[in-house]
């Protein structure tokens, strides 16, 4: 089968499968060079502060941050991983999830590299789903010849459906302002035209059940199953993302629904403290997801800091993020084995959007998004990069992949 980008009000519902291929593959390059320093996975685990991860767990494991987390651990430290994510498998008639792809080439990666890697495909809220997790961290401990016990545990779960183990209730997330409407200039990637987004305001059972999807119910029932059967230890360490960015996306983000699931997320963390477990919440950069571009502002904010950070040498995609949080502030050689040490902000929280952030790279950004207009719109942004990086999600734009060339869509 030949495939091709197939996008439809800038969500892509194709992927292709040796392009996703190539990414990870890509990724794992970038980590072996600036975290593994250069050296086989064995070799960077011999190499790595006493403290470093051995066996980690991810849920979320097969895009974005969650994915680039589980590479950094595996080929970064020679971590043995377990990794979590509902995907759609390829087939003969169509292509799987980017995810599906992602997971498959990992695997592989995984197993030349003679690194321990378990992937489980399913429902990551479910109870059934955390037992299997535990059977799978006892197993990949004992390949590895290791302590069944968790070092790190990631949560980076990104679904727009969650049902509750505990009720049957199934509540889905939504991504709205909260209080009054909201209205503004947004880029569209693929044609690069300025258009206007709106998004009418939450009503309460909306919030809730955001707050339900995306907040920190789940990430703490993971801890207590995982405690419940004995893969906890007192050097358990677990971080989860959010994004905090600037004033102008506060509307639809910080103090939309989104910021009141990310709230309780840090509620969340904040309890799993009290338990014995050492958690922190990652502020993480701006990049694109498969689901940024729809969102209003996004595109026109993300473009012109992609151009920004870039032209100041700051840009870093999700890989870069990743060995920056576990290489400067989880396992430094102070913080792998002290976590005290862990370098945070006031409220407790990891920052590596503190790049993004950066007073010089803000005014910038403001600049350019008030000048800029249809004409000059490749100049003052990176419209370009954004849509590069969009469909690079898929496993499309990728360096070195014929796309004219037959593929078999199950991956296998």
């Known amino acids: 089968m030949i495939i091709k980008p197939m996008i439809r009000n800038n969500i892509c519902i194709s992927s292709h499968p040796a392009g996703c291929a190539k990414t990870v593959r890509n990724q794992i390059a970038g980590v072996t060079k600036n975290l593994a320093g250069g050296r086989d996975p064995q070799s960077a685990r011999a190499a790595a502060p006493a403290g470093s991860p051995r066996l980690v767990l991810v849920a979320g494991c097969s895009t974005g941050y969650g994915l680039a987390s589980r590479i950094a651990a595996a080929f970064g430290y020679g971590a043995a991983t377990v990794g979590i994510s509902f995907e759609k498998p390829g087939s003969q008639k169509k292509p799987g999830t980017p995810g599906w792809y992602n997971n498959l080439a990992f695997d592989a990666e995984a197993a030349r590299a003679s690194l321990v890697s378990k992937t489980l495909d399913g429902d990551a809220f479910s109870g059934g789903m955390k037992a299997e997790a535990a059977k799978a961290l006892r197993d990949a401990a004992a390949a590895a010849g290791i302590p069944a016990r968790v070092d790190l545990f ?3 779960l990104a679904s727009p459906v969650r049902t509750d183990p505990a009720t049957g209730i199934t ?9 009054e409407s909201y209205s503004g200039t947004t880029l569209d990637m693929m044609s690069g035209n300025f258009t206007t987004a709106s998004a009418e305001s939450a009503t309460e059972e909306e919030i809730a059940g955001t707050v339900k999807v995306m907040g920190g119910e789940d990430w703490e029932l993971w801890i207590e199953a995982l405690g419940g059967e004995g893969l906890l230890s007192p050097e358990t360490r677990t971080v989860a993302y959010t994004y905090i960015g600037p004033e102008l996306s506060w509307a639809i983000y910080k103090n939309g629904t989104i910021g009141r699931a990310k709230q309780d997320l840090e509620r969340a963390a904040a309890v799993i403290n009290q338990k014995g477990v050492h958690a922190w919440i990652s502020v993480n950069k701006a990049l694109v997801t498969r689901a940024s571009a729809v969102i209003p502002i996004i595109p026109f904010y993300v473009s012109t800091l992609f151009k920004v950070m870039k032209e100041k040498g700051l840009h870093e995609g999700c890989i870069e993020q990743i060995v920056r949080l576990y290489g400067e502030r989880l396992y430094s050689t102070r913080a792998a084995q002290d976590p005290a040490q862990v370098p945070v902000d006031s409220e407790g929280r990891i920052r590596i959007d503190d790049w993004e952030m950066r007073e010089d790279v803000q005014k910038e950004v403001l600049d350019r998004m008030a000048r800029a207009k249809p004409e000059n ?9 954004f849509r590069h990086d969009f469909l690079e999600a898929h496993g499309f734009d990728v360096d070195g992949i ?3 060339a037959d593929v078999d869509p199950s991956g296998l």
Request: zero cysteines.
């Open 377 to 385: 719109i490749n100049d003052l942004t990176d419209v370009v990069g």
């Open 171 to 179: 509540y889905r997330s939504v991504i709205k302002p909260i209080g």
């Open 154 to 156: 990631v949560y980076s």
């Open 402 to 404: 014929n796309y004219d």
